[in-house]
């Protein structure tokens, strides 16, 4: 199995099929993503893990969305145009999720106003 | 510049940016238009579910009347209809597999299989949402449920579309629509799939596990 990323003008889209791995590839990468999974779960359930658990589940989650993209969408083999193309709006997408709950959870926590307070 | 000569260059840079484009819609870069304006779709998808989660993320916690988060999530349920929705993915690129390699019926198969497993994940999702509006947490009883529901509401409506989708598809391969020289339409289809896959990943880790 050959999964190469081509540099940018190189392939065209009946070349990208050659590079394509095996279906039995497939079927282990679907049974790491489970497996992944399960390790998630039982970090969350394990309470010795509790002060490492949001670092160690955001890796995990992360190391799942990397092989869906690489091995799933075959981003591996598209050329590394497309690769700064998907991540500009993915890096993006979680510089503003990050700087929202850095601003909101930490500096600044939301002043929940009760209807129920007096005054 | 007279204006003739300008109208002329115009023209010139008109049929530079047409050679750009070969028989087969595929642009300089070797990727089909259709790759390259999906590709791009995804990207801005990125951030249309990045406000989503954002938003979700910095009221979850500021909700003044419960059921809240701790109370109500039944972690190994989604558990289940996550790892359902891992699966289809798998079910996806094989149906691609098939296709590339004018396998029909195989091609149909796991196409099916992907409609049948997103309809899983709804249904087992579906009971998930009873349970929630039993508990009390509706669209409209706190900022965590507005924000919940329109987060798993909105990627739900997602896997709806997915499925039609695939439903197309299926219909297209039956009639002999896509041969593998065409493969790149369930390609294409499939990088759909896998992105809201994604956003599932992303929801089960800052929705469900880190509370």
Redesign the interface.
């Given at each position: 199995m050959s999964v190469t990323q081509n540099d940018a003008g190189g392939a065209t889209g009946h070349q990208h099929e050659e590079g394509h791995a095996s279906a039995m590839f497939y079927v282990w990468i679907g049974v790491i993503l489970a497996v992944v999974t399960a390790v998630e779960v039982g970090i969350f359930y394990m309470e010795a893990l509790s002060s490492i658990e949001v670092p160690l589940l955001i890796l995990l989650s992360a190391s799942k969305i990397v092989l869906v993209v690489m091995f799933f969408m075959h981003l591996k083999m598209e050329p590394r145009f497309i690769t700064g193309l998907f991540m500009s709006g993915a890096l993006l997408g979680t510089f503003m999720v990050a700087a929202l709950v850095i601003l909101y959870h930490f500096l600044r926590p939301l002043q929940v106003i009760s209807p129920f307070a007096g005054g | 510049m007279p204006l003739d000569t300008i109208e002329t260059n115009g023209r010139n840079d008109m049929a530079q940016a047409a050679a750009a484009v070969d028989d087969?819609g595929?642009t300089?870069?070797?990727?089909?238009n259709w790759?390259?304006g999906f590709?791009?779709f995804?990207?801005?998808?990125?951030?249309f579910?990045?406000?989503l989660?954002?938003t979700y993320?910095?009221?979850k916690?500021?909700a003044?009347t419960g059921p809240y988060p701790a109370d109500i999530f039944d972690?190994?349920h989604t558990?289940v209809s996550?790892?359902v929705l891992?699966?289809s993915?798998?079910a996806?690129?094989?149906a691609l597999?098939a296709v590339?390699r004018a396998n029909k019926k195989v091609a149909i198969f796991w196409l099916l299989v992907v409609i049948g497993m997103g309809a899983t994940f709804l249904w087992m999702e579906g009971t998930s949402y009873l349970k929630y509006i039993d508990y009390g947490l509706t669209l409209t009883s706190s900022t965590f449920g507005s924000s919940y529901f329109v987060l798993t509401g909105t990627h739900k409506l997602h896997v709806i579309i997915g499925m039609v989708w695939m439903s197309a598809l299926i219909w297209m391969i039956a009639r002999d629509r896509i041969p593998p020289a065409k493969?790149?339409t369930v390609?294409i289809a499939?990088?759909y799939w896998?992105?809201v896959?994604?956003i599932w990943?992303?929801i089960?880790?800052?929705v469900y596990?880190?509370q």
């Open positions: - | 087969h595929h300089v870069t070797g990727i089909s790759k390259v590709w791009t995804i990207a801005s998808e990125c951030l579910f990045g406000t989660i954002s993320m910095v009221f916690g500021n003044v972690v190994l558990t996550t790892t891992l699966f993915s798998l996806m690129v094989l597999y590339q493969a790149e390609e499939g990088l896998h992105f896959d994604i990943i992303v089960f880790t800052l596990l880190i």
